[in-house]
């Protein structure tokens, strides 16, 4: 059985920074394309970034240069370094696993940025 199980989210000032996790099992880690997905209030799940088997980033220009995504193989674990935190990054953040045609979603993880 596979899953997905994000930690790390809750309420974060502006400029603050939250750093998630998501630890997966049932699934050969090291050959999936990781990735982190978010979804606010009344809009459509939208990207964040991925990484994929071999180490190689992708990012929404939204989250560039303040996101970093990471993974550990030995540890079946893929990270979300948020920083600089802004109002419009509050959504509910999911895990991602894919590999061809075939993808697992996590549970999903609150992050709310709110003075």
């Known amino acids: 059985q596979v899953q997905l199980v994000e930690s790390g989210g809750g309420l974060v000032q502006p400029g603050g920074s939250l750093r998630l996790s998501c630890a997966a099992s049932?699934?050969?880690?090291?050959?999936?394309?990781m990735g982190w997905y978010r979804q606010a209030p009344g809009k459509q799940r939208e990207l964040v970034a991925t990484?994929?088997?071999?180490?190689?980033?992708n990012y929404a220009d939204s989250v560039k240069g303040r996101f970093t995504i990471s993974r550990d193989n030995a540890k079946n674990t893929v990270n979300l370094q948020m920083s600089s935190l802004k109002p419009e990054d509050t959504a509910v953040y999911y895990c991602?696993?894919?590999?061809?045609?075939?993808?697992?979603w996590g549970q999903g993880t609150q992050v709310t940025v709110s003075s």
């Open positions: 049932g699934i050969i880690f090291s050959r999936y394309t």
């Open positions: 990484i994929t088997s071999g180490g190689t980033t």
């Open positions: 991602n696993a894919r590999i061809y045609t075939t993808e697992y």
